[in-house]
C-alpha cells in the first residue's frame, strides 16, 4: 500500500513560486502514475497535473500549462509539483494522488481513477 504526504505548501505574492512536494511509501510508488489536485473553498477537487509511472508523459490543466510542471524522482519515492507566476486563483488545497492501476503510461486527468490521496497542503497567493 502506497501513503502519501505532501509538503512545502504557503504563503506566496502573486508572482511568486513554489515547490510542492509528495512523498510517497510502499513498494507501488514507482509503478504508478502520480497526480496533482486542488480544492479551493465551496468548489469541487479538480485536476491540476498528472505524471506517468516512468516520468515520460505528463498532462496538465489549462489553468496552469506554461506556469506549472510536474515531475519525478522514483529513486526517492517523490513527486514534485513547481509552481510558478502564481496567481490568487491558484489559492487552494493541494492533494498528490496516486492512480489505482499499475504501468499506465499516458496519465488521467480523472479523479475517479485515483485511489490513494494524501493529506493535503495550504497554498494561498495574495493580490
Known amino acids: 500500500q502506497v501513503q502519501l504526504v505532501e509538503s512545502g505548501g504557503g504563503l506566496v505574492q502573486a508572482g511568486g513560486s513554489l515547490r510542492l512536494s509528495c512523498a510517497a511509501s510502499g513498494r507501488t510508488f514507482s509503478s504508478r502514475a502520480m497526480g496533482w489536485f486542488r480544492q479551493a473553498p465551496g468548489k469541487e477537487r479538480e485536476f491540476v497535473a498528472a505524471?506517468?509511472?516512468?516520468?515520460?508523459?505528463?498532462t496538465y490543466a489549462d489553468s496552469v500549462k506554461g506556469r506549472f510542471t510536474i515531475s519525478r524522482d522514483n529513486a526517492k519515492n517523490t513527486v514534485y509539483l513547481q509552481m510558478n507566476s502564481l496567481k490568487p486563483e491558484d489559492t487552494a488545497v493541494y492533494y498528490c494522488?496516486?492512480?489505482?492501476?499499475?504501468?499506465?503510461?499516458?496519465?488521467?486527468?480523472?479523479?475517479?481513477?485515483?485511489?490513494?490521496w494524501g493529506q493535503g497542503t495550504q497554498v494561498t497567493v495574495s493580490s
Open positions: 494522488a496516486a492512480d489505482f492501476a499499475l504501468l499506465r503510461e499516458v496519465p488521467s486527468k480523472r479523479v475517479d481513477l485515483y485511489d490513494l
Open positions: 505524471i506517468c509511472w516512468r516520468g515520460r508523459s505528463t
